[in-house]
């Protein structure tokens, strides 16, 4: 990695979050911040994790042809979604397990996007209760699985109104649990690491200072529909496969949109007709994603069917992408091909990682950054300039 290339070990301590220039060397810091099976928790992906590296390799094919001569002196990122404006066409999408990560990081996180004057989205399955959560301020989104139980999502929902978040984005691609070898490797059995494991967590006292102090982070908006055999937070976090259902359908989506009066969106679309579906059953946005490659090992990486869902359904909902974003230059590109907006996961947790909430804001503030120069060196003034004219080496 380019971290490995600039920083020596002694380097990862205390505030080293502040040396990293890119994502790249900021995920080299939390790496070496956490014990490795917690890191690899935010860094794997499913079997083989094809999908995992084919989402860099399909926007690394893709190239800017700059405009120039274009005074671009008060240039700027912002963006209209839904109605409202935002600083930067950036989402915090989603993430489970962020205690895992540093304690009470879903809040570290949603702070953070305030700040920025950006939305975040708390997942179902993070371990802070979305009450305290929406403590924070700023455009908050729920993430909803559709778990075995229907009534912890009608749970959410209501509470999830009740706290002011203002769109739910429903999940729909972890009907069936995503196979991570990676995982299974780390935990002789389930809940409890292995030897080695063990010995590493050991090795990384700050992290278990801040994190297992507290106990094993479990499910905290979903506790009360948990069985009996997941009510510890041990258990809780073994059970965690299984809390899934096979059988969410389109007859979900009817009942969510029914339920919940504000911005619905679906994500984990990644087909023409889905999307098709999904606006004719009134959801306000997608999001094109393949669980950041956790999920369908074979999958299509996401931003190769940008333009043909911008062309289906552009005009009838807003589109945004995740899965494999760590630079500006990519947010740039996809704003090209006619995104709304992007949606990045672990970009913002290797901040989260490596310096809490002053390093998640130094995440954004890196890719705010690295927006502002490509779009000036494209010879551009604001977003609405970008367009896929632009681009070589783009899917069609």
């Known amino acids: 990695m380019i971290a490995k290339r600039f920083f020596g070990r002694k380097l990862y301590t ?18 070496r911040a956490m014990p490795n099976f917690a890191f690899e928790y935010i860094e794997g992906g499913s079997e083989d994790e094809r999908a995992l590296h084919w989402n860099r390799a399909a926007l690394d094919a893709i190239r800017m042809i700059p405009n120039t001569l274009v005074d671009t002196s008060a240039r700027h990122q912002r963006i209209s979604l839904f ?18 990560t540093r304690y009470r990081g879903d809040l570290a996180l949603a702070r953070a996007a305030a700040a920025a004057g950006i939305p975040f989205t708390l997942s179902t399955v993070s371990n802070m209760r979305l009450e305290d959560v929406a403590k924070a301020g700023g455009r908050l989104w ?26 739910i984005v429903f999940t729909t691609d972890a009907n069936v649990f995503g ?9 002789r059995a389930p809940g409890k690491l292995t030897l080695r494991n063990m010995f590493d967590v050991a090795l990384h006292p700050r992290w278990a200072l801040d994190v297992l102090s507290h106990g094993i982070p479990w499910f905290d908006n979903i506790v009360d ?16 496969n299984q809390l899934f259902t096979h059988d969410i359908s389109w007859e979900d989506v009817a009942w969510i949109r029914k339920a919940w009066p504000h911005k619905l969106l679906l994500k984990g679309v990644l087909s023409v007709q889905d999307a098709q579906r999904a606006a004719e059953a009134g959801c306000d946005g997608i999001i ?10 074979v999958c299509v990486a996401p931003i190769e069917m940008l333009p043909q869902m911008v062309r289906a359904v552009g005009d009838r909902m807003a589109i945004i992408v995740d899965s494999g974003f760590r ?25 989260l990682a490596a310096g809490g909430e ?39």
């Open 14 to 31: 205390g505030k080293a979050f502040q040396r990293a220039f890119c994502i790249d060397e900021l995920r080299e810091v939390a790496r």
């Open 327 to 351: 630079r500006g230059g990519d947010v740039v590109k996809a704003m090209a091909l006619g995104a709304s907006a992007v949606m990045l996961g672990r970009a913002t947790l290797y901040g």
């Open 83 to 100: 109605g409202k404006e935002i600083n930067s066409p950036i989402i915090l999408g989603p993430t489970g397990l962020n205690g895992m």
């Open 358 to 396: 002053a390093g998640v804001s130094h995440a954004i503030q890196i890719l705010m950054n690295e927006i502002d120069r490509t779009l000036g060196q494209a010879g551009c003034r604001s977003l609405a300039d970008v367009h896929a004219g632009m681009l070589t080496g783009a899917p069609l």
């Open 179 to 187: 196979y991570r070898e990676w995982d299974r490797r780390n935990y």
């Open 288 to 297: 094109l994603s393949n669980h950041g490659g956790r999920q369908l090992d």
């Open 225 to 240: 529909f948990l069985p009996a055999e997941a009510k510890s937070a041990r258990t809780g976090v073994a059970y965690f």
């Open 142 to 167: 729920m993430q909803l699985y559709v778990l075995r139980d229907r009534a912890a999502a009608r749970d959410i929902l209501s509470r999830a109104e009740r706290a002011g978040y203002e769109a």
